[in-house]
């Protein structure tokens, strides 16, 4: 059990956050300057987890002996399904891992107590919080990068299921029909249509021309029928995958974050628009980019590791 107790006013945090590409980690102090930052690619499997070790390790030994001293707590932030309660990495379709337990292996080797949490419920909580959704009590927050999940706040709580998960929407099969398979075991989900990874493959399946990111079909859509093809049909999948989550919970708010949040318009406009074409009952909720991109997820692990807990 994490103890919450408030941090001393001079206390740093480690924050770490692994994702299906990369493992990112940085060490902030109260004021969230960034003392140490590192970022190295994502080994498959459990390997990813001695990748945190010396992650860890590495950042804490970038730093001062007072300021090493002044580190409280870290917060571990990962993919797929996780078992808080029992620090049991259980599942990550896109990493590779199977029921790793973890027990207090990151407390005992950097030293500080050290918080588990699932990555798209922390990224989640802290654009709602935080960042482009506070203020708003009923907001989905879609993390858009090597995966696709999400967040929903209704009425000002987070909702989380049984086992502690949030909206696994990347896995919402929208094409059984000729779709493609998913590393989850189904076919045709939104992931393997809307995801970074996704844009780009499919981009070069089209055109035969190899093309290594999402964010270079987004630069060329304005020139490259083939691009804006590949776009508009990845906000078509979106837009359907979300017709549900819109339709049982009337979000006043849909916020874009993760990797691709960086494209703005080009996915904003269009997917508001699919949306409102879909719906007749319940109207469209307002789409935004987030407000940390990319870093929600280290932004949210920075705040997890000062209050403890997510609240």
């Known amino acids: 059990m994490v103890d919450t107790a408030a941090l001393a006013e001079d206390a740093s945090v480690l924050g770490i956050d692994v994702g299906g590409t990369t493992i990112k980690g940085e060490i902030t102090d109260a004021d969230g300057t960034v003392l140490a930052a590192h970022t190295v690619p994502t080994p498959f499997g459990e390997r990813a987890f001695e990748a945190v070790d010396e992650l860890g390790d590495r950042l804490l030994t970038e730093l001062t002996g007072p300021q090493r001293d ?14 808080t309660e029992r620090s049991i990495a259980v599942f990550s379709s896109n990493i590779g891992w199977h029921d790793v337990a973890l027990g207090d292996r990151f407390t005992r080797r950097w030293g500080i107590e050290t ?28 993390i858009l990068g090597t995966g696709i999940a999400g967040t929903l706040a209704v009425d000002g709580r987070l909702v989380r299921s049984a086992y502690g998960q949030v909206g696994e929407y990347g896995h919402v099969p929208i094409r059984r029909g000729g779709g493609l398979p998913c590393a989850c075991g189904n076919t045709g989900c939104v992931e393997t249509v809307a995801s970074g990874a996704a844009i780009s493959r499919a981009y070069t399946r089209r055109t035969g021309t190899t093309i290594d990111s999402a964010a270079k079909v987004f630069d060329i859509i304005d020139t490259d029928a083939d691009a804006a093809a590949v776009v508009a049909d990845a906000v ?3 837009a359907e ?60 692990a920075a705040r997890l590791a000062r209050q403890g807990a997510i609240g």
């Open 115 to 142: 918080v588990i949490e699932h990555d798209v419920a922390v990224a989640g909580w802290a654009e709602w919080r935080f960042g482009a959704g506070r203020g708003h009590r009923t907001v989905c927050v879609l």
């Open 241 to 300: 995958g979300l017709l549900g989550i819109v339709h049982a919970a009337c979000p006043e708010l849909l916020i874009l974050g993760g990797g691709l949040a960086g494209a703005a318009t080009v996915l904003t406009e269009p997917l508001h628009s699919a949306l409102t074409e879909r719906l007749r009952l319940v109207p469209a909720p307002r789409v935004v980019v987030g407000e940390f991109g990319a870093r929600a997820g280290l932004v949210g």
């Open 70 to 83: 002044r580190v409280a707590r870290g917060a571990l932030i990962m993919p797929g399904i996780v078992d």
């Open 236 to 238: 078509d999948a979106l």
